[in-house]
């Protein structure tokens, strides 16, 4: 880590220079393996599900980024959620989740991690915030940033000082804050985790994930080259450059989307809006203590029911009907029909997603151009 500001960190720290060639950047060392030194004496990179120059470059930057002294990259974020994780834990342990949790994650903890005999149990950001959790022997406590969908937000300032007291194991999963606006391991979490795949990389167009931590870390090492989930050299080079504009991006994203929330907030045909940065929200003060920004993830619900939301997606020019987000173009859509579409009912509702949840990924463009889209859109319904 060095004391330079967010943006030049993202513009340097972690670059692979290389004697006497002069390389700006860090290059593609798309290897499969590296040649040893001399018979029977390996270099420092041998299989590059082992480590790669590439790769490991792009760790250094989210490192430096995230505040912590360690990376691993991983190739998708649910690898990098179920390969940090497993290592912790053994049968017989419980954890404690957010029940709103993203869909796929909420499936890891409710349907596979109990085929270990670990047991999973599930509260609402409301109850954590509330540290009622307290001696009931957790392991682990997983939770995330901002919640996905209804960006609820975890009080981890308060949260990692019970987890230490208790001797349980903390872990965020911070996509929806990036580190420009939280690092959750500075705040007392343990581990930080990211779908890199959406603001970190920021264009749509690569799967990786990534976790940041402190402590030793080789039970992580050993699993993520078991279970085989290292990214390929060329993925860790596009997030390796999609990390150098995310000061830029976050600033961007931050802003159009606070500007929007606003204009949702007011809008007659909405019915609700969930944006941390509103002060009406009530997790208003939380977000003051915990966030340095409020994210470019907005979400509402529309009058008049799914039907409504529809029309409204129809109306719409500029956001794009897809399930991801973070990049630099804004995205929508009905987690009912995508995110969370494999949740029942009982547990959607459970969850507060109701079929007129609209989930909206604010982009980077013209923010004039967004709130003009958005109120033409909102006349039509």
Same mark, same amino acid.
């Given at each position: 880590?060095?004391?330079?500001?967010?943006?030049?960190?993202?513009?340097?720290?972690?670059?692979?220079?290389?004697?006497?060639?002069?390389?700006?950047?860090?290059?593609?060392?798309?290897?499969?393996?590296?040649?040893?030194?001399?018979?029977?004496?390996?270099?420092?990179?041998?299989?590059?599900?082992?480590?790669?120059?590439?790769?490991?470059?792009?760790?250094?930057?989210?490192?430096?980024?995230?505040?912590?002294?360690?990376?691993?990259?991983?190739?998708?974020?649910?690898?990098?959620?179920?390969?940090?994780?497993?290592?912790?834990?053994?049968?017989?342990?419980?954890?404690?989740?957010?029940?709103?949790?993203?869909?796929?994650?909420?499936?890891?903890?409710?349907?596979?991690?109990?085929?270990?005999?670990?047991?999973?149990?599930?509260?609402?950001?409301?109850?954590?915030?509330?540290?009622?959790?307290?001696?009931?022997?957790?392991?682990?406590?997983?939770?995330?940033?901002?919640?996905?969908?209804?960006?609820?937000?975890?009080?981890?300032?308060?949260?990692?000082?019970?987890?230490?007291?208790?001797?349980?194991?903390?872990?965020?999963?911070?996509?929806?804050?990036?580190?420009?606006?939280?690092?959750?391991?500075?705040?007392?979490?343990?581990?930080?985790?990211?779908?890199?795949?959406?603001?970190?990389?920021?264009?749509?167009?690569? /799967? *990786?994930?990534?976790?940041?931590?402190?402590?030793?870390?080789?039970?992580?090492?050993?699993? $993520? &080259?078991?279970? @085989?989930? =290292?990214?390929?050299?060329?993925?860790?080079?596009?997030?390796?450059?999609?990390?150098?504009?995310?000061?830029?991006?976050?600033?961007?994203?931050?802003?159009?989307?606070?500007?929007?929330?606003?204009?949702?907030?007011?809008?007659?045909?909405?019915?609700?809006?969930?944006?941390?940065?509103?002060?009406?929200?009530?997790?208003?003060?939380?977000?003051?203590?915990?966030?340095?920004?409020?994210?470019?993830?907005?979400?509402?619900?529309?009058?008049?029911?799914?039907?409504?939301?529809?029309?409204?997606?129809?109306?719409?020019?500029?956001?794009?009907?897809?399930?991801?987000?973070?990049?630099?173009?804004? /995205? *929508?859509?009905?987690?009912?029909?995508?995110?969370?579409?494999?949740?029942?009912?009982?547990? $959607? &509702?459970?969850? @507060?997603? =109701?079929?007129?949840?609209?989930?909206?990924?604010?982009?980077?463009?013209?923010?004039?151009?967004?709130?003009?889209?958005?109120?033409?859109?909102?006349?039509?319904?």
């Amino acid at each position: 880590m060095n004391n330079n500001g967010f943006n030049s960190r993202c513009v340097h720290s972690g670059d692979m220079e290389i004697e006497g060639v002069g390389n700006v950047v860090t290059p593609i060392f798309e290897n499969s393996t590296f040649e040893f030194p001399e018979s029977g004496v390996a270099g420092k990179y041998i299989y590059s599900r082992w480590g790669n120059p590439t790769v490991e470059s792009f760790e250094k930057k989210y490192a430096d980024l995230e505040k912590t002294e360690h990376a691993f990259a991983f190739s998708t974020g649910m690898a990098a959620i179920t390969s940090s994780i497993m290592p912790y834990l053994k049968s017989g342990d419980s954890v404690l989740a957010l029940n709103e949790l993203y869909g796929q994650t909420f499936g890891f903890f409710s349907k596979v991690l109990p085929q270990y005999k670990i047991n999973v149990d599930f509260t609402s950001v409301n109850d954590l915030n509330r540290l009622d959790f307290k001696n009931k022997n957790y392991k682990l406590l997983y939770l995330e940033s901002i919640t996905n969908p209804l960006l609820e937000v975890p009080d981890i300032v308060n949260l990692s000082r019970i987890c230490k007291e208790e001797g349980i194991k903390l872990m965020v999963d911070a996509t929806f804050a990036t580190p420009y606006n939280q690092n959750p391991v500075s705040l007392g979490a343990d581990m930080a985790l990211h779908s890199g795949t959406k603001y970190i990389s920021g264009h749509s167009d690569l /799967l *990786i994930g990534l976790a940041g931590f402190n402590d030793n870390y080789d039970n992580l090492d050993f699993y $993520r &080259k078991t279970f @085989g989930g =290292t990214p390929d050299a060329f993925q860790a080079f596009l997030a390796y450059r999609g990390l150098k504009t995310l000061g830029l991006r976050m600033e961007r994203h931050n802003k159009n989307a606070m500007e929007l929330a606003k204009v949702l907030n007011e809008s007659s045909r909405i019915e609700e809006v969930y944006y941390p940065g509103l002060k009406n929200s009530e997790y208003f003060d939380v977000a003051e203590k915990n966030l340095k920004g409020y994210g470019g993830m907005v979400s509402f619900k529309v009058k008049g029911g799914i039907e409504n939301s529809h029309k409204l997606i129809k109306n719409l020019n500029i956001p794009k009907y897809a399930v991801s987000l973070g990049g630099v173009e804004s /995205l *929508i859509s009905i987690p009912v029909e995508g995110t969370h579409k494999a949740l029942s009912p009982e547990e $959607r &509702k459970a969850s @507060g997603i =109701t079929d007129n949840l609209v989930r909206l990924s604010v982009g980077i463009e013209d923010s004039e151009d967004l709130l003009q889209d958005f109120e033409n859109a909102l006349e039509k319904i």
